[in-house]
């Protein structure tokens, strides 16, 4: 079963630090994009970055110069490293991931992590 795990999540006061962690696992063939998005409470879930296979970045303006998106192809992993933190940015953070599971006929297919809360106190 082909899944995605996150961990790194907490509280902070604003202006620290956090980084997410998030590992993919299960009979993976391969990982297109993987990115995170946030949900805060009765908002809608949006984009906070991702990053493809071949290393390119993208960013929700609203953290861009403040959190960093890594990946580690060998390991299936993605960090999100955030810095100078808001309390705006208090939400839970979602792991995702396009996986192309062994013996699947489908392309790719999108994956979500189970969720990790991040409060950034003022």
């Known amino acids: 079963q082909v899944q995605l795990v996150e961990s790194g999540g907490g509280l902070v006061q604003a202006g620290g630090s956090l980084r997410l962690s998030c590992a993919a696992s299960g009979r993976i063939f391969s990982i297109n994009t993987m990115g995170w998005y946030r949900q805060a409470p009765g908002k809608q879930r949006e984009l906070v970055a991702i990053?493809?296979?071949?290393?390119?970045?993208d960013y929700a303006d609203s953290v861009n110069g403040r959190f960093t998106i890594s990946r580690d192809n060998a390991k299936n992993t993605v960090l999100l490293q955030m810095n100078n933190l808001t309390p705006e940015d208090t939400a839970v953070y979602y792991c995702?991931?396009?996986?192309?599971?062994?013996?699947?006929?489908?392309?790719?297919?999108?994956?979500w992590g189970q969720g990790t809360q991040v409060t950034v106190s003022s």
């Open positions: 995702n991931a396009e996986m192309r599971p062994w013996g699947s006929t489908v392309s790719y297919t999108n994956y």
């Open positions: 990053v493809t296979s071949g290393g390119s970045t």
